[in-house]
């Protein structure tokens, strides 16, 4: 069974320029979570969906990122425009949905991204 | 709101020893615990999970967690750590019932373990 997928796994870009970031979970998981991981730092999560509802959008921050995930399958985070301090790794992890909090999150390699 | 403290950003061990990892919560609702571990350029892969039950639980790889709810504490041991063990260990306690959050994970800092031939 392939695991949950991230595209692409490095990414520098110059400050205020767009990135984005893709991310295919594992085949039946209904659940997809964005998670920031800054260096020295546990993952943040940034949003969850359920299909296709973000659920909890609450620590994304509105004004540079967004994210969709149109058809509950996968899913697409940007960052429009890119702050130095967007530095970091951005994981993605999907569960099966509707264990809430006994879940297992299966998560990506994540994307590594150096905004200079 | 929950959170997680892992004591020790760094420990390092030499192969064979003992390894002990230090994890403390903070919950106001039963919690659910889990430790995760991460190696370099890699995602993050579950160790273990507690959910309700037994206070001991077995995972992954030789590692084993315990689960105290008078210590608030879900420390990581292993009793004879291996090379390929060397990887940095986190933390998570799944926010509680009720919400949106709903089945979030928070995260400790994390631990980096080095172990020593």
């Known amino acids: 069974e392939a695991g949950v997928v991230q595209s692409p796994r490095y990414k520098i870009i110059e400050k205020k320029q767009p990135v984005a970031f893709w991310c295919n979970p594992i085949?039946?998981?209904?659940?997809l979570y964005w998670y920031r991981q800054n260096l020295g730092q546990g993952p943040e999560l940034l949003i969850r969906?359920?299909?296709?509802?973000?659920v909890d959008d609450s620590q994304l921050p509105k004004d540079r990122f967004s994210a969709e995930r149109l058809k509950g399958v996968d899913s697409t985070l940007k960052i429009q425009p890119a702050e130095l301090g967007d530095s970091a790794v951005y994981l993605c992890?999907?569960?099966w949905g509707g264990g809430g909090i006994r879940e297992t999150q299966y998560f990506g390699p994540g994307t590594r991204l150096l905004v200079l | 709101a929950q959170s997680v403290t892992q004591l020790g950003s760094h420990v390092s061990v030499s192969e064979g020893a003992l390894v002990l990892l230090r994890c403390n919560y903070s919950?106001?609702?039963?919690?659910?615990l889990f430790w995760y571990v991460q190696y370099p350029n890699q995602g993050l892969q579950l160790l273990l999970k507690?959910?309700?039950?037994?206070?001991l639980v077995k995972g992954i790889n030789g590692f084993e967690a315990e689960f105290k709810k008078s210590e608030t504490s879900f420390h990581l041991t292993k009793p004879s750590a291996h090379m390929s063990d060397a990887a940095e260990y986190f933390c998570?306690?799944?926010?509680?019932?009720?919400?949106?959050?709903?089945?979030?994970?928070?995260f400790g800092k994390g631990t980096k373990l080095s172990v020593k031939p």
């Open positions: 998570a306690v799944s926010e509680g019932v009720g919400g949106g959050s709903q089945g979030n994970l928070i």
């Open positions: 992890a999907s569960s």
């Open positions: 969906y359920e299909n296709e509802e973000a």
């Open positions: 507690y959910t309700t039950g037994a206070t």
């Open positions: 085949s039946g998981h209904n659940t």
């Open positions: 919950s106001s609702v039963p919690p659910y």
